[in-house]
């Protein structure tokens, strides 16, 4: 079974730059999440999405991300125009859903670096 | 504000020896714990949970102890080995809270051969 993919593994842009990152979940999972950890901190929460609807996205640090899910398959996370503070390592993790006390599954992350 | 805390950014045992790695939480509606361990360039990988209902759980060398009333949970490796060397991040959820999981800031454990 294909693990959570995500694509690119790293990205370096320089600021006011856009930058899409995409994140391929494990077949049959309804739950995508994005999290976002800046060196050293914790790995935190930007939004869930339930099959295509956004269910969270208290996350969010600000209108310059835009995630999407379209068709409840594959998910995109946005970010444009790009500041030098969105640097870090971005996770996507998946779960079937539909289950109490689920695991979350990770992607290997894409590492963003704006400079 | 953090809801979930691993004060401990590191952590250096010998090989054979037990490793106990802590986590605070302040969130007093959590009732589901995982740790997490992740080696460099990967992700996160799922290691074991535990359920409020439940003060301990173990899973071969791996057992997570919860203490509701001092809102602490660890994790306790024995013996440990070489392999264990990672960081081990603290998550926790709350029932009804959409399957949002809080993270600590992880420790990083280094197991000395």
């Known amino acids: 079974e294909a693990g959570v993919t995500q694509f690119p593994s790293h990205s370096v842009i320089e600021k006011g730059q856009t930058v899409t990152l995409r994140c391929d979940p494990i077949?049959?999972?309804?739950?995508l999440y994005w999290y976002r950890r800046v060196m050293g901190k914790e790995i935190k929460f930007l939004l869930h999405?339930?099959?295509?609807?956004?269910?969270?996205e208290s996350g969010m640090p600000n209108n310059r991300f835009l995630a999407e899910r379209t068709g409840g398959t594959y998910s995109t996370l946005k970010v444009q125009p790009a500041e030098l503070e969105d640097s870090g390592v971005y996770f996507c993790a998946s779960s079937q859903g539909g289950l109490t006390n689920e695991k979350l599954f990770f992607g290997s992350g894409t590492q963003l670096s704006v400079l | 504000d953090q809801q979930v805390k691993q004060n401990s950014p590191s952590l250096s045992v010998q090989e054979g020896r037990i490793s106990i790695l802590n986590c605070d939480y302040t969130n007093s509606m959590f009732d589901y714990f995982l740790w997490y361990k992740k080696y460099p360039a990967e992700g996160p990988t799922f290691l074991i949970s535990i359920s409020s209902i439940k003060d301990k759980n173990e899973d071969g060398r791996f057992t997570v102890f919860l203490n509701k009333s001092a809102k602490h949970l660890s994790l306790h490796i024995v013996p440990s080995q070489p392999g264990d060397s990672a960081v081990y991040f603290c998550?926790?959820?709350?029932?009804?809270?959409?399957?949002?999981?809080?993270f600590g800031t992880g420790t990083s454990l280094t197991v000395i051969p």
């Open positions: 077949s049959g999972h309804d739950n």
């Open positions: 999405f339930v099959k295509e609807s956004k269910q969270d």
């Open positions: 998550a926790a959820s709350a029932y009804g809270n959409g399957n949002q999981f809080y």
